[in-house]
Structure formats: C-alpha cells, structure tokens
C-alpha cells in the first residue's frame, strides 16, 4: 500500500478507537422504539443497510428525518449517528439512519446513488415504517452534510445533474434540511498538491479525478446557482476545524437568496465544541440547545 493510502487508513483506524471508546460511555435516549439492519439494496452488503427509530407507541405515521452519516467519505457508519438519531426520534420523529459504500471502495458519485437508493426505499415503504411523506427533512454532518447538500441540489429540478449521477428522484421532496459542520467544497483536496491531499482525491473521484466528469459538479459553489434548495439549518462552531467550509456555504446561501439560518456555537469553558460536537455528545447541553434548534426549524414547515 502507497504511504499516502496507509496515512488515510492510520488516521481513520485511530479515529474509530477513540468513537468506540466514546459510545461505549454513552447512553441512547429512552422511549424510543426501532427496526434495525434493513436492506435498502438487497445485495447482501452492509453498506446498504438502515434503521429506523421511532418514538415508542408510535401507531401512525409522523414527521421522518433521514440522515447521514459523517466520516471523511471514507469512515464510518450508520452506528456513529444512532445516538444522535435517537435524540432526534425523542422529538417526535421517525428517523431513517443510513448506511452508505465508503472510499475508495466506492466513489463520490456511488455514494450518492446509494442515498437515491435509501430514498427509494423510502418512497417505497413510508407507511410500513411510520413515515409521514409529505413531511419529510434530510440532515447529515461533515462529508454526510456535502452528500446530503448535493442530493437535495440534484433533486431541486436539476435533470443535468441526475443524468450525471444516474439518479432518479423519489415523489417526495424535503421541507428543509439539517447540515451540520459539513464538508461542502472539495477544494481542498481536488486541488491540493500535496500527496496525501492526491490520494484521497483518487479515493474520492478514481485514478484519474483531474478528468473526472464530476470534478466540476460536486461542490456546492460548483452547483448550488440556480437551484432552489429546501431551507436550511446550517450549525458549526468555533472549534470546529472546517469552520470556514460552512461560513462560506453560509454566504452562498445568502448570495443566492436562499432561505436559511446559521448557528455558528462560540467557545465555551471547560468544553470543547469540536467538529460535530452536537452528534458525538447529543447530551450536552449545548448539543441539546442546537439538536432542539434544528428539529424546531424542521417543525415550522410541517403542514
């Protein structure tokens, strides 16, 4: 293996030491019912599974989140987020928490079909699962919140882009979207120099990702003029390291008049507001005060 791939795979195993560490001090929110392990794909694979939480004695369909997943494009789960998603649940939705193929096995564009397949199979099965779908909401952080940024552009009457990404849109459309500390510009990395920066570009759009025919269509500065995108809750904080990727997203929102709010969390003493501080500890207070935020924001557009 090249020294740039084993500096990627080193970093992500140390990061998924210290998340195992973490939730196996955490404790998931009571009253919540769920369904686990659903093949969205029926192809046998792990990353095309799901599960849905709902509040417990939940007997009809209710207001339905489905999120996804962080992790660099290239790390993690749908067990990173269940926590998370169980809070989320606690405030009276139903949570669809998705799996997805992860670089290098699969590339930016199959992880984005991998979503449209999670939301057909949402399309497909709403009622069974207590999915309201003319109240549906979409959230995701870091490279979760470019993949859920992306998917709600492509669905947002953009037909040069679903031919692009071999999509097809699902009958609903999202009433807003929740996007925490997300990775909106792959800038950064596309057109980085430095070796590393290089691999993790072919990991993410192949071998040859300077003629890649997404290059150009998979940042929100490259997509986002023209579309009118769901409004959104948009949350980052001092501390986190890609803060400057949703303060810029957070002007282009504005550029292009697009309905939306910024919650950007200052520093606090004796804590430390980290990159997607809100999800990897859903019980501090201050993860409460913006998962609260975000899940009003959503219940202001349910019909």
Same mark, same amino acid.
């Given at each position: 293996?090249?020294?740039?791939?084993?500096?990627?795979?080193?970093?992500?195993?140390?990061?998924?030491?210290?998340?195992?560490? %973490?939730?196996?001090?955490?404790?998931?929110?009571?009253?919540?019912?769920?369904?686990?392990?659903?093949?969205?794909?029926?192809? =046998?694979?792990?990353?095309?599974?799901?599960?849905?939480?709902?509040?417990?004695?939940?007997?009809?369909?209710?207001?339905?989140?489905? +999120?996804?997943?962080? =992790?660099?494009?290239?790390?993690?789960?749908?067990?990173?987020?269940?926590?998370?998603?169980?809070?989320?649940?606690?405030?009276?939705?139903?949570?669809?928490?998705?799996?997805?193929?992860?670089?290098?096995?699969?590339?930016?564009?199959?992880?984005?079909?991998?979503?449209?397949?999670?939301?057909?199979?949402?399309?497909?099965?709403?009622?069974?699962?207590?999915?309201?779908?003319?109240?549906?909401?979409?959230? =995701?952080?870091?490279?979760?919140?470019?993949?859920?940024?992306?998917?709600?552009?492509?669905?947002?009457? %953009?037909? +040069?882009?679903?031919?692009?990404?071999?999509?097809?849109?699902?009958?609903?459309?999202?009433?807003?979207?929740?996007?925490?500390?997300?990775?909106?510009?792959?800038?950064?990395?596309?057109?980085?120099?430095?070796?590393?920066?290089?691999?993790?570009?072919?990991?993410?759009?192949?071998? +040859?990702?300077?003629?890649?025919?997404?290059?150009?269509?998979?940042?929100?500065?490259?997509?986002?003029?023209?579309?009118?995108?769901?409004?959104? *809750?948009?949350?980052?904080?001092?501390?986190?390291?890609?803060?400057?990727?949703?303060?810029?997203?957070?002007?282009?929102?504005?550029?292009?008049?697009?309905?939306?709010?910024?919650? %950007?969390?200052?520093?606090?003493?004796?804590?430390?507001?980290?990159?997607?501080?809100?999800?990897? *500890?859903?019980?501090?207070?201050?993860?409460?005060?913006?998962?609260?935020?975000?899940?009003?924001?959503?219940?202001?557009?349910?019909?």
């Amino acid at each position: 293996m090249e020294i740039a791939a084993e500096i990627l795979t080193r970093f992500w195993q140390i990061t998924e030491k210290k998340d195992k560490a %973490r939730l196996s001090k955490q404790r998931p929110a009571d009253g919540i019912d769920g369904r686990f392990d659903i093949p969205y794909i029926n192809d =046998g694979e792990t990353e095309h599974l799901l599960d849905v939480y709902f509040p417990e004695n939940t007997k009809e369909n209710l207001p339905a989140i489905i +999120d996804i997943h962080g =992790g660099g494009w290239m790390y993690g789960n749908k067990e990173l987020n269940k926590n998370y998603c169980y809070y989320l649940a606690s405030r009276g939705f139903t949570i669809v928490n998705i799996n997805y193929t992860l670089a290098p096995k699969a590339t930016v564009d199959v992880q984005i079909r991998d979503v449209f397949a999670a939301l057909k199979w949402v399309d497909e099965n709403a009622d069974e699962y207590f999915i309201d779908k003319n109240n549906l909401f979409l959230t =995701g952080d870091s490279a979760g919140g470019h993949l859920a940024a992306l998917t709600t552009v492509i669905m947002s009457d %953009r037909p +040069d882009l679903e031919l692009l990404y071999n999509v097809e849109c699902p009958s609903f459309r999202f009433k807003a979207i929740g996007l925490t500390c997300g990775a909106f510009n792959l800038d950064i990395i596309l057109n980085n120099r430095i070796f590393v920066a290089k691999k993790y570009a072919e990991f993410l759009l192949g071998s +040859d990702f300077e003629n890649s025919p997404y290059k150009n269509s998979v940042s929100m500065r490259d997509v986002l003029c023209g579309t009118k995108i769901p409004p959104v *809750y948009l949350a980052s904080s001092a501390e986190d390291f890609i803060k400057r990727q949703s303060d810029a997203f957070d002007a282009l929102l504005t550029k292009y008049n697009l309905p939306h709010f910024y919650r %950007r969390m200052g520093r606090v003493k004796g804590k430390h507001l980290s990159h997607v501080f809100n999800i990897l *500890y859903p019980d501090w207070e201050e993860s409460i005060f913006v998962n609260n935020e975000m899940t009003d924001f959503f219940k202001s557009y349910i019909d």
